[in-house]
T-cell receptor
Framework: GEDVEQSLFLSVREGDSSVINCTYT??????LYWYKQEPGAGLQLLTY?????DMKQDQRLTVLLNKKDKHLSLRIADTQTGDSAIYFC????????????FGGGTRLMVKP | ETGVTQSPTHLIKTRGQQVTLRCSSQ?????VSWYQQALGQGPQFIFQ???????GRGNFPPRFSGLQFPNYSSELNVNALELDDSALYLC?????????????FGPGTRLTVL
């Protein structure tokens, strides 16, 4: 089946940029998503990208998609302590139902 | 516009019992999906309901069942609870349109099975 992989942990200093990486295996993915989860909370949709795009920018967030390598990244500019959370990448294949397949999450720690 | 709500927030059950979790979808949404998130892992898709019918199912046994009501709210029922069913259960609502599916999640129900 489909698989989505992420590194477990990332630590950055406040004000630096953070880059969270994700790889996936489903070459028929239609959309790819980034969600944020704070402790004890549900998932907050941050942004998503259509599979025929290679970049999307939304304020401090930049998503890069390399479809050939099946690699997705999320760059957070000027990272703040409030950005500390777990970030999940997910993919959906609209031709195979509307289920999101998630990675295991990357814990981002922002140090003051 | 209200967001996705879930009840209860926390629940403790014992093995073999049955549980019902509830979800109210976001206004204007017609599709509800349920996910199970074990501690330290990403969410796993359980099933999705659209127009009151199951519209896709993940790798979960039949003791996980659900309902969707005419107002698009939904229930997740789990029979014969096992210890491994302890997890955060997340409900997501969306508007099925054939294009991008933005699934918006509720805060979850934390189920502990003893």
């Amino acid at each position: 089946g489909e698989d989505v992989e992420q590194s477990l942990f990332l630590s950055v200093r406040e004000g630096d940029s953070s880059v969270i990486n994700c790889t996936y295996t489903d070459s028929s993915s239609t959309y790819l998503y980034w969600y944020k989860q704070e402790p004890g909370a549900g998932l907050q949709l941050l942004t998503y990208i259509f599979s025929n795009m290679d970049m999307k920018q939304d304020q401090r967030l930049t998503v890069l998609l390399n479809k050939k390598d099946k690699h997705l990244s999320l760059r957070i500019a000027d990272t703040q302590t409030g950005d500390s959370a777990i970030y999940f990448c997910a993919e959906i294949n609209n031709n195979a139902g509307n289920m999101l397949t998630f990675g295991g999450g990357t814990r981002l720690m922002v140090k003051p | 516009e209200t967001g996705v709500t879930q009840s209860p927030t926390h629940l403790i059950k014992t093995r073999g019992q049955q549980v019902t979790l509830r979800c109210s979808s976001q206004s204007g949404h017609n599709t509800v999906s349920w996910y199970q998130q074990a501690l330290g892992q990403g969410p796993q898709f359980i099933f999705q309901y659209y127009r009151e019918e199951e519209n896709g199912r993940g790798n979960f046994p039949p003791r996980f069942s659900g309902l969707q009501f005419p107002n698009y709210s939904s229930e997740l029922n789990v029979n014969a609870l096992e210890l491994d069913d302890s997890a955060l259960y997340l409900c997501a609502s969306s508007f099925r349109s054939g294009r991008a599916t933005e699934q918006f999640f509720g805060p979850g129900t934390r189920l502990t099975v003893l």
